[in-house]
């Protein structure tokens, strides 16, 4: 079992920053993909970004420029460094790793960010 703790999120206005965090914790021999996903109200979750464990990056278009992934392959985390925050980022974002040996998946609980215009 995988556990998975988020960290980061909060109130922010347009413009601003944020740093969100997941780490991972359990019987974890290799994580081959982290994610990070959203979720606004009313619209289904979408990936924001992700990031195998070789370090290849993968953006939404809405995100490219803005927001950065990055992980410790050692510590069994995965960040979101979040910048130039738009209201349209408004939403639940949920943490996601993909397992090496078997390819399961894992979520976090969530963390909510708020953009105010």
């Known amino acids: 079992q995988v556990r998975l703790v988020e960290s980061g999120g909060g109130l922010v206005q347009a413009g601003g920053s944020l740093r969100l965090s997941c780490v991972a914790s359990?019987?974890?021999?290799?994580?081959?993909?982290m994610s990070w996903y959203r979720q606004a109200p009313g619209k289904q979750r979408e990936l924001v970004a992700d990031?195998?464990?070789?370090?290849?990056?993968n953006y939404a278009d809405s995100v490219k420029g803005r927001f950065d992934i990055s992980r410790d392959n050692a510590k069994n985390t995965v960040n979101l460094q979040m910048n130039n925050l738009k209201p349209e980022d408004t939403a639940v974002y949920y943490c996601?790793?993909?397992?090496?040996?078997?390819?399961?998946?894992?979520w976090g609980q969530g963390t909510q960010v708020t953009v105010s215009s």
């Open positions: 996601n790793v993909r397992m090496s040996l078997d390819d399961y998946t894992y």
């Open positions: 359990g019987s974890i021999l290799s994580i081959r993909v």
């Open positions: 990031i195998t464990i070789g370090g290849a990056t």
